[in-house]
């Protein structure tokens, strides 16, 4: 099973911030990774797909970079609406496996 | 636009039985593999199971061999779930999840219902 370890597991910044959050795998997965973003009491929504491509209607304030084994969500200016927790998964190998969550939260 | 919308969630006793059904619209359903995605209260994401676009590959999560059971009709454009000797470990909200397809290799998750809560209790 792949291990994805999402770090930290929380990120206190303000408004207008650089927001960097981590997805290291415990084998490579090549770009087969993706980003999710959730809201408290909503869906997962799909921010990135192919470790690097922005789903559709996703502002480019989101980017997604790395492959093989480290990867990053990087959200450039943080939106009030941006404020949420956000998930790595690993689409490669089964069992399909998501990372722990990142909680970026205002300070 | 593409819709998942799961129904069929509940309280149920430890040893019961539950069936999830999920109904897709919005887009061509029997082109895409499906999935089940859960997550406990206050917890992460958890993959359940995947189900091929024809219905005859079907992959689960270890903890769930032998006691969920994958299954869809491509004619009525549903998906379900029957789970079987629930625990209180399974209790969830449990997603109905679409799997993107690039070309002849399966991709990501792309749009995800809103969920079906499912608590085991006595």
């Known amino acids: 099973e792949i291990v994805l370890t999402q770090s930290p597991a929380t990120l206190s910044l303000s408004p207008g911030e650089r927001a960097t959050l981590s997805c290291r795998a415990s084998?490579?997965?090549?770009?087969?990774l993706a980003w999710y973003q959730q809201k408290a009491g909503q869906a997962p929504r799909l921010l990135i797909g192919g470790a690097s491509n922005r789903a559709t209607g996703i502002p480019a304030r989101f980017s997604g970079g790395g492959s093989g084994t480290d990867f990053s969500l990087t959200i450039s200016s943080l939106e009030p609406e941006d404020f949420a927790v956000y998930y790595c998964h690993q689409h490669i190998n089964w069992p399909l496996t998501f990372g722990g969550g990142t909680k970026v939260e205002i300070k | 636009e593409v819709q998942l919308l799961e129904s069929g969630g509940g309280l149920v006793q430890p040893g019961g039985s539950l069936r999830l059904s999920c109904a897709a619209s919005g887009f061509t359903f029997s082109s895409h593999p499906m999935n089940w995605v859960r997550q406990a209260p206050g917890k992460g994401l958890e993959w359940v199971s995947t189900i091929g676009e024809s219905g005859s590959d079907t992959y689960y999560a270890d903890s769930m061999k032998g006691r969920f059971t994958i299954s869809r009709d491509n004619s009525k454009n549903t998906l379900s779930l029957q789970m079987n000797s629930l625990r209180a470990e399974d209790t969830a909200v449990y997603y109905c999840v679409r799997r993107l397809v690039l070309g002849s290799r399966w991709g990501t998750f792309d749009y995800w219902g809103q969920g079906a809560p499912v608590t085991v209790s006595s």
């Open positions: 084998q490579s997965v090549g770009t087969n």
